[in-house]
């Protein structure tokens, strides 16, 4: 089981100062989030084949909470958690989840607490209690991580017994068409090289998940233009590689980077951009042994016939 002290497997060298730098503005990832939302519904029709009723629900990375109202509505008597490392997306997120009088007035009246509560930090070292969480969701944000070991570690720590892990991310094939393009012009990374869906799977058997269900597919968004799919490029994040050119581009390497990317043009005229959207959900097991090392075992008591 992963731990704080054993080695992490480093996905990337990715800078996160860097990835708050490029999600400091909202207005500037706005034009994305449609990927964001489809993902999103995706994810939402996975997780209602789970029976849950979670009291609480962690959103990490939660951006500017489009998918908290859902949760919200998915759960209304739970409490939901959202955390974003950036103070701008959670500025974002308190604006499109306000609280209403009514809601408040009903927040003090129950005996447990419900609502939207928004934390601004980082996901992979949260500030809450152990055993606390019934149900950690997290849409495209674990490939901003590049300890993602780490913090699949953590979410377990804050998972209750039972509790749920849902999560996507982007795979390898992502941006192929990108990657190419670049490849005409020179060796340096442009794009993530986003981890294998095996790779996460194992990952989350080392932390202590159980059972953990993984699947594929391929979603290829089309555009007119380069331009447009560059602006989509970098409203998605962008490159947060510690690794990558300081430099820009010269106006004669970006021109041949554009041209290879025009060759990629599909038979209907559209450019096509790659996106392998990873889906993983686990659940955290009931412990075997006890702090002391000793065997647990459960006796499940007689149904009545």
């Known amino acids: 089981m992963a731990n704080p002290q054993s080695p992490s497997k480093m996905s990337a060298p990715i800078d996160l100062a860097r990835v708050r730098t490029l999600f400091a503005d909202p207005a500037r990832v706005a034009p994305s989030d449609f990927l964001r939302r489809e993902i999103a519904a995706r994810m939402h029709d996975r997780l209602a084949l789970v029976k849950l009723a979670p009291a609480q629900v962690l959103d990490a990375g939660c951006g500017t909470g489009a998918d908290l109202a859902v949760l919200q509505k998915d759960y209304p008597a739970a409490q939901v958690i959202g955390i974003d490392a950036s103070a701008a997306m959670v500025a974002g997120a308190r604006a499109f989840t306000p609280a ?13 607490k419900t609502g939207i509560d928004l934390v601004c930090g980082d996901f992979g070292a949260l500030p809450l209690g152990p055993n606390s969480i019934d149900l950690v969701w997290s849409n495209l944000a674990l490939h901003w991580h590049p300890q993602p070991d780490r913090v699949f570690a953590e979410w377990r720590r804050v998972l209750r017994v039972e509790g749920l892990l849902m999560f996507s991310n982007f795979g390898p094939d992502t941006f192929r068409e990108l990657r190419a393009a670049f490849a005409a012009v020179d060796e340096s990374p442009h ?25 594929m597919e391929v979603i290829t968004v089309t555009y007119d233009t380069p331009e447009a ?32 990317l025009e060759r990629q043009r599909r038979p209907d005229g559209k450019l096509g951009l790659t996106f392998e959207v990873i889906y993983g959900h686990a659940f955290r097991p009931a412990p075997r042994k006890t702090a002391a090392g ?5 006796f499940e008591p007689p149904r009545p016939r």
């Not at 209403?100 to 447990?112: D, E, T, V």
């Not at 989509?232 to 490159?239: E, H, K, M, P």
């Not at 000793?294 to 459960?298: Q, T, Y």
């Open 191 to 215: 794009a993530l090289p986003f981890v294998d869906m095996h790779d996460f799977g194992d990952q989350l058997v080392e932390a202590g998940f159980s059972t953990p269900v993984m699947d």
């Open 100 to 112: 209403s009088g009514l809601k408040s007035m009903l927040n003090r009246l129950m005996p447990a």
């Open 294 to 298: 000793e065997a647990i075992i459960r």
């Open 229 to 260: 799919l560059l602006t989509d490029v970098r409203a998605l994040g962008g490159n947060p590689l510690a690794t990558r050119a300081r430099g820009l581009l010269g106006r004669a390497a970006w021109q041949e980077m554009l041209v290879a």
